[in-house]
């Protein structure tokens, strides 16, 4: 016997208390150690050690949490692998804020301290973070939690910088980079956000050195025209074929640079001039060196200008925008300001405007990688994206891929390891430190944070050791669920790194979802203030009905919208779950599992639910599979709130309160397997309040965490019985419709005459009539194929049947008439819009054969349903 009683009202704060916790003394989310069982796993995509996380990263966990809840219970030797990432840039931003709060900075702690400093604030912040995921109820292995900066993924991470280096796919150069001023690091291409901001084009004269007159340039950015070189127009511009080889005077700077021919230059863009500063501009360092240009450099690293910037050094940038306007139209050399909107590249972390700057760097050779990444595609062994169309983006992304600049100027992160003799200058890259240490010096930057993500797949699986135990063992991992906003940044990453070190692709699945945007549609963020924090919605509603709305509304690929309206409804869902529940454990008070028994004889409602069980399990397993989550939810609902809540339950009162013992016994076996069944299906999407409920039934197992999940069992499927419970509901319907149309309550009796066009149909309402007469409550019922239906009876076509209801003196012929011909204009467009779908020779041939029979069946049901509505109308109209 096991305690069966739910508290009166669901409260989710109380069935969700203390259950997380349970769950992790009994290491139920550990992997089942089962060499035998198939294994599937997944790591989680580590969260930046910065915080809070929000409703995407809620969306995204759910996710992977049901994936893995389902596969766990259908007896897969499963791991989750949680882990965060020590992401760079931010982190140290937010450590750098803390430390000018206590009036200090960071080289006042000097680089050691620093880093310890900001250890003890991840391990402060990584608490937050595990508390989020447990209120979430994510079935995390914690024993097996990993760190980007752990010693074995730094293990990996030199060890991969090292390979590349030797395979020279890693090299050093001075190249144009996105400069981030506010974090004083380099960015890599997606890591610059371009947004659209009011500028202008800068209209000046550069005044030739032979004084015969000026050229007219136009720029956006003129405080870098400090650093120009040169000034360039197209080769076969016969505009300026006599300037080609001459000399202009450098306004402010009065320098003599050249005018040079590059068919860089557009020659019907502007004037066809363009001023070249190789230092400031990424096409113009091509420019520059084809052209054996010098390059200057005219800014610091805080974007403040420099000394050879002359009178305008320790400027901020924009502030030397401003003055170097005024000097040059005090010279008469500007000509006009052009307003207009342009797109701008900001920093992805800061949000600063990104300076590209000239820098010595290091850089990963993209192109080889890239390749195996593109050719790997066409194999067996491709990474399959859900949806299928993500897989053309990452494709595109990858066949126009530029060297990826790995170095960051920071002290937090992975620290580059390459050395420098400190007398001859020769450089040393290897994955131990050189043993005459005290004669070199390590470079000072950090990697990339994306450097040591992209190997977060196999590194976490104890790679390098490739004889590692879950290396071996749940190396490539199954699915990875992430948004398609990071495909760019960690997605195809991923994919390249693993295929060049472990000749495997990292996952087999990705599954990628959209943005959470608030409600009226515009993306959520801090400067908008339309935040939701996850945890003040499961304070309010509980972390179940957050991940039913999470799991509902996800449709791969697509953003969702949050809802207090869709959270009010996930709430009310799990209510009705909770007091259906309530009902059958009153029923079964003295019922134990040995009890339970689904052999013997049925009512019609008992086969039509086994039935409708049956059905529901293998669509809910199909969509799982499919990563079909909201097709899965829609089924679920349906199923329990239409077919065992509205419908089943109801029916099983007429046994229930009767005093057939054995088919009482029958009725309390499938409301109890049925409830089972429907527990462990929802277990993966709702994991608190089902394994509250599931304790209370009559079970076998300690948990439905490794519950079994369900599988369909055939010979519970009556066809007969499914199809009869549908004319009856069909039936109970249109009375209950019909008599609320006229005023007339279920408590007063009426006559109730069926005319049947069906011998199975008639057959089966004379065999259940028990239900008829309880939920329609005639005084008198009959059923057959001769009937006269009286002038004042309302009329209701069913399938295989006609329901007249005589309400003398209740309904208007006229009325009564005007009702039918707006029911009989439903059947004739129901009848037009399945025959045209039947004339689609397309559709005919290509779609599978069952489907294009129900639409047959339809046809057919259509035109009779017709053709008795026109008899009946046609009668009244007598």
Known sequence: MTEKNLASKFDPKEVEAGRYQKWLDRELFKPSGDETAPAYSIVIPPPNVTGKLHLGHAWDTTLQDMIIRQKRMQGFDTLWLPGMDHAGIATQAKVEEKLRAEGITRYDLGREKFIEVTKEWKEEYAGHIREQWSKLGLSLDYSRERFTLDDGLSDAVKKVFVKLYEKELIYRGEYIINWDPQAKTALSDIEVIHKDVEGAFYHMYYPLADGSGRLEIATTRPETMLGDTAIAVHPDDERYQDFIGKTVILPLVDKEIPIIADRYVEMDFGTGVVKITPAHDPNDFEVGNRHELPRVNVMNDDATMNDLAGKYAGMDRFVARKAIIEDLEALGLLKGIEKMTHSVGHSERTGVVVEPRLSTQ?????????????????????????????????????????????????????????????????????????????????????????????????????????????????????????????????????????????????????????????????????????????????????????????????????????????????????????????????????????????????????????????????????????????????????????????????????????????????????????????????????????????????????????????????????????????????????????????????????????????DTVEAFLKENTNYIERFCNPEELVIAKEIVAPDTAMTTIITGAEIYLPLEGLINIEEEILRLEKELKKWESEVVRVQKKLANERFVNSAPEAVVEGERKKEKEYLERKQAVTERINSLKK
């Not at 390749?371 to 859900?386: H, L, P, W």
């Not at 600049?405 to 992975?414: A, D, K, T």
């Not at 039913?548 to 709430?571: C, H």
């Not at 009559?698 to 079994?708: K, M, Q, R, T």
Request: aromatic share 14%.
């Open 362 to 758: 290091w850089f990963v050779k993209m192109k080889p990688l890239a390749e195996e990444a593109i050719n790997n595609q066409a194999t067996d062994d491709k990474v399959d994206f859900y949806p299928p169309r993500f897989n053309q983006t990452f494709m595109t992304w990858m066949e126009n891929v530029h060297d990826w600049v790995i170095s960051r100027q920071l002290w937090w992160g992975h620290r580059i390891p390459a050395w420098y003799h400190k007398t001859t200058g020769e450089m040393y890259v290897g994955e131990e430190a050189p043993k005459d240490l005290e004669n070199w010096t390590q470079d000072e930057d950090v990697l990339d944070t994306w450097f040591s993500s992209a190997l977060w797949p196999f590194s976490t699986m104890g790679w390098p050791d490739e004889e590692s135990h879950d290396f071996k063992r749940y190396f490539p991992t199954s699915t990875l669920v992430t948004g398609y906003d990071i495909i760019f940044f960690w997605v195809s990453r991923m994919i390249f790194q693993s295929l060049e070190f472990t000749e495997k692709r990292p996952f087999e699945n990705v599954l990628i979802h959209g943005l959470i945007r608030a409600e009226d549609g515009r993306k959520m963020s801090k400067s908008l203030g339309n935040g939701i924090d996850p945890m003040d919605v499961i304070n309010q509603y509980g972390a179940d009905a957050l991940r039913w709305f999470l799991s509902n509304g996800s449709t791969p690929g697509q953003d969702m919208r949050f809802s207090y309206e869709k959270m009010d409804s996930s709430w009310n869902f799990i209510n009705k779950i909770w007091n259906a529940s309530r009902f059958v454990l009153m029923n079964i008070e003295d019922f134990n599992y040995d009890d339970i028994q689904l052999e013997g004889k049925k009512t019609v409602a008992d086969e039509w639910i086994l039935t409708r069980l049956n059905e529901t399990i293998e669509k809910v397993t199909n969509f799982f599979d499919r990563f079909e989550f909201g097709e899965a939810g829609r089924h679920l609902y349906n199923f329990i709130w239409d077919d065992f809540c509205d419908w089943y339950i109801e029916m099983s009162k007429e046994v229930l309160y009767g005093e057939d013992e054995t088919q009482k016994n029958m009725t309390r076996s499938i409301l109890t397997h049925t409830l089972d069944q429907i527990l462990r299906l929802l277990h993966p999407i709702m994991p608190f309040v089902t394994e509250e409920i599931w304790e209370k039934l009559p079970h076998e197992g300690d948990s439905l965490v490794i519950a079994n999940y369900p599988k369909v069992r055939p010979e519970f499927t009556n066809e007969a019985s499914a199809k009869g419970m549908e004319v009856l509901k069909e039936l109970i319907r249109s009375v209950r419709n019909s008599r609320a149309e006229v005023n007339t309550p279920l408590s007063k009796p009426i006559s109730l005459l069926i005319k049947t066009n069906d």
